[in-house]
């Protein structure tokens, strides 16, 4: 793993997290929606995940933090470094967003608010649900632990709650294991209605069966996770 420029404000309040793969065409976009709500200090942290084209390159050039993996290794994958170099530089709050511009930057100030207001963790809720999958992780997770829309990839977190999981992810959630280590463990979880835009990427969690199938896996390694 290697840089792709450094942070701007070492120690900021906020840091978002973008995982990014092939994001070259929209990424800057993406950043100059993100950069100009007027939340400072935020610092903006760009995971290219192996791309083969200019992400990183372009995300540098809009203002964010970039860390580049030599490969592509994964959405969770991203995320952890994202989230360790976010905990590194000493931040408070973290929150993950997509690169796609399917979630819209403005929703970020009621992230920070809730969190503001002693939310441990905050949650995304999607105006809909496309895969049968998803409606069975989120009939369970409401069920099990107040989660309404576990896979939404718009979260936002206390670092203390990463800090004392110890990871963001070990295994494969689709970015759900450290809100239901917060759930299980009765942190304070508030959750936030968003509407998300037309998405300008191919979709993280793949197409059809595959998808499905692992959305379910997901669900089933979180069901059966000691920590989380």
């Not at 070259?24 to 192996?50: K, N, R, T």
């Not at 991203?78 to 511009?101: E, K, M, V």
Request: include cysteine; proline fraction near 4%; glycine fraction near 10%.
């Amino acid at each position: 793993m290697g840089d792709v420029g450094s942070a701007s404000a070492v120690g900021s309040l906020v840091s978002v997290i973008m995982p990014a793969y092939q994001a070259e065409e929209f990424i800057a976009e993406a950043l100059a929606s993100a950069l100009a709500q007027d939340h400072d200090p935020v610092e903006i942290i760009v995971v290219d995940d192996g791309s083969s084209d200019s992400t990183g390159e372009a995300a540098q050039i809009a203002g964010a933090c970039v860390v580049r993996h030599p490969f592509n290794r994964g959405y969770d994958c991203a995320l952890n470094t994202g989230f360790q170099r976010a905990a590194d530089l000493g931040c408070g709050y973290i929150i993950s967003i997509d690169a796609d511009g399917q979630h819209d930057p403005v929703i970020l100030g009621s992230f920070i608010q809730a969190l503001d207001n002693g939310a441990d963790v905050v949650i995304g809720i999607r105006n809909q649900l496309q895969r049968f999958a998803e409606h069975v992780f989120a009939y369970t997770a409401v069920r099990l632990w107040g989660i309404r829309d576990p896979l939404c990839g718009m979260k936002g977190y206390r670092t203390q709650i990463y800090r004392e999981l110890g990871h963001f992810d070990c295994y494969n959630s689709i970015g759900t294991e450290l809100s239901i280590y917060a759930a299980r463990h009765h942190r304070r979880i508030a959750q936030i209605p968003i509407q998300t835009l037309p998405r300008s990427d191919a979709p993280r969690f793949g197409n059809k069966i595959r998808s499905n199938a692992r959305i379910i896996r997901s669900l089933l390694n979180g069901l059966k996770a000691r920590d989380g």
